[in-house]
């Protein structure tokens, strides 16, 4: 099970910091990511990070700005978010993958959270 916080309302500049925790057969988990989901569109992948954070991918809109870490004694990863810019306004979900190095496929993720909503006011 996953849990995602953090969400809220921003405005454009400023930062924001999702987490997201984990339970259950954590110990099988490798890869943990963030998707995010803006209004009529697919979901995207944001960013994932590996078991012992040896292999960090972003997508390239929000290279620069956004960094993805986890903390793996509290089963916790996060994603810090600074510049944040309108379109960066979607539904944020994160999601852990087993067998997978990190993925940038939502396929190979099979546990999702409940998503957290993040605006962007210009």
């Known amino acids: 099970q996953l849990q995602a916080s953090g969400g809220g309302l921003a405005q454009a500049g400023g930062s924001l910091t999702l987490s997201c925790a984990a339970s259950?057969?954590?110990?099988?988990?490798?890869?943990m990511g963030w998707f995010r989901q803006a209004p009529g569109k697919e979901r995207e992948f944001v960013a994932t990070?590996?078991?012992?954070?040896?292999?960090?991918y972003y997508t390239d809109s929000v290279k620069g700005r956004f960094t993805i870490s986890r903390d793996n004694a509290k089963n916790t990863v996060y994603l810090q978010m600074n510049s944040l810019k309108s379109e960066d306004t979607a539904v944020y979900y994160c999601?852990?993958?087993?067998?997978?190095?990190?993925?940038?496929?939502?396929?190979?993720?099979?546990?999702w959270g409940q998503g957290t909503l993040v605006t962007v006011s210009s």
């Open positions: 999601a852990s993958a087993r067998g997978f190095i990190a993925p940038l496929d939502r396929y190979k993720y099979d546990f």
């Open positions: 259950g057969h954590t110990d099988s988990i490798t890869a």
């Open positions: 990070i590996s078991r012992n954070a040896d292999y960090i």
